[in-house]
């Protein structure tokens, strides 16, 4: 069956710009959208589609695609921005698939 | 307001079955796509379940065959029905408000999330 991959663990240092990616065959039929979970709360949408943000989440989010990956990059992280990162698509089946998460720390 | 509710969670035995509810408030679940997500402890999110607004069902592998999802239009109401209960079922259960754009790549997001509900599965 299909998959998403991540990282598991990413780090940048308070201020500097962070890429954190995705891959999978199903990225190459659908854009990724990402998700940003901190403990003890739901997800929240950061990024969808070719690079689009949901009202409410800051402009350092931003998101690409090329082939079978998807990134998502924050320009300028902040202390905030500490948390869990979900890559999601759909995959040709018509199931939802998401990546293994990436724990993101800010330095 | 657009808000997702679930209720149903709790104890349940191995082999036992719960229904999970989704209560949606500000727009229309038949018009949207729907899913469950769960998380089992210290875990990540799994997808779970998808209802289009067509009506087409999906499944992940590990539950197919023991889940169900389905809504209640009149109620405005996602559920799941989860029989053969496993331990391994045990997490947090979310529902999510899915919406498909049609461009020249399709693209699936989810926007508006519950709070959880949770079921552990154990004897």
């Known amino acids: 069956s299909s998959e998403l991959t991540q990282d598991p663990a990413v780090s940048v240092a308070l201020g500097q710009t962070v890429r954190i990616t995705c891959q999978g065959d199903s990225l190459r039929s659908y854009y990724a959208s990402w998700y940003q979970q901190k403990p003890g709360q739901a997800p929240v949408l950061v990024i969808y589609g070719k690079n689009n943000r949901p009202s409410g989440i800051p402009d350092r989010f931003s998101g690409s695609s090329s082939g079978n990956t998807a990134s998502l990059t924050i320009t300028g992280a902040q202390a905030e921005d500490e948390a869990d990162y979900y890559c999601?698509?759909?995959?040709?089946?018509?199931?939802?698939?998401f990546g293994g998460g990436t724990k993101l720390t800010v330095l | 307001e657009v808000q997702l509710v679930e209720t149903g969670g709790g104890l349940i035995q191995p082999g036992g079955s719960l229904r999970l509810s989704c209560a949606a408030s500000?727009?229309?679940?038949?018009?949207?796509?729907m899913s469950w997500v769960r998380q089992a402890p210290g875990k990540g999110l799994e997808w779970v379940s998808v209802i289009y607004s067509g009506g087409s069902t999906y499944y992940a592998d590990s539950v197919k065959g023991r889940f169900t999802i389905s809504r209640d239009n009149s109620k405005n109401t996602l559920y799941l029905q989860m029989n053969s209960l496993r331990a391994e079922d045990t997490a947090v259960y979310y529902c999510?408000?899915?919406?498909?754009?049609?461009?020249?790549?399709?693209?699936?997001?989810?926007?508006?999330w519950g709070k959880g509900t949770t079921v552990t599965v154990s004897s």
């Open positions: 999601n698509s759909r995959d040709s089946s018509g199931n939802h698939l």
């Open positions: 999510a408000r899915g919406v498909v754009v049609a461009a020249r790549t399709y693209y699936y997001y989810m926007d508006v």
């Open positions: 500000g727009f229309t679940v038949s018009s949207n796509y």
